[in-house]
């Protein structure tokens, strides 16, 4: 499986931006999507998910309302719209994968498979 995350960047307060994140290697629908950040000093954090199949998304209640993961399945490509950007969604962006259950959709250890990073900056 491998996860190929791209679409960051430098960006002003208010602002948007849209990453991606192709995947392959892997064809079950079964699988989850996962976004997750990390800041520098912090620990990894859930961002957002979707499943390969169905309808369901998930958040993070520092994101509702702002963000929107959705997928492609004929692109084999999972985006995350990310508008009304803050200073504090400043990070880098990790894709992930895994045949996860529901109870650990948000976790981390819910992942077998990451990409590699994207930062995301956002200041003035």
């Known amino acids: 499986v491998q996860l190929q995350a791209s679409g960051g960047g430098l960006v002003q307060p208010g602002g948007s931006l849209r990453l991606s994140c192709a995947a392959s290697?892997?064809?079950?629908?079964?699988?989850?999507m996962g976004w997750f950040r990390q800041a520098p000093g912090k620990e990894r954090e859930f961002v957002a998910a979707?499943?390969?199949?169905?309808?369901?998304?998930y958040y993070a209640d520092s994101v509702k309302g702002r963000f929107a993961v959705s997928r492609d399945n004929a692109k084999n490509t999972v985006y995350l719209q990310m508008d009304s950007l803050k200073a504090e969604d400043t990070a880098v962006y990790y894709c992930?994968?895994?045949?996860?259950?529901?109870?650990?959709?948000?976790?981390?250890?819910?992942?077998?498979?990451w990409g590699q990073g994207t930062q995301v900056t956002v200041s003035s």
């Open positions: 979707i499943r390969w199949s169905g309808s369901n998304t």
């Open positions: 992930a994968a895994g045949r996860t259950i529901l109870s650990l959709i948000t976790t981390p250890r819910g992942y077998n498979y």
């Open positions: 290697g892997f064809t079950s629908d079964d699988y989850a």
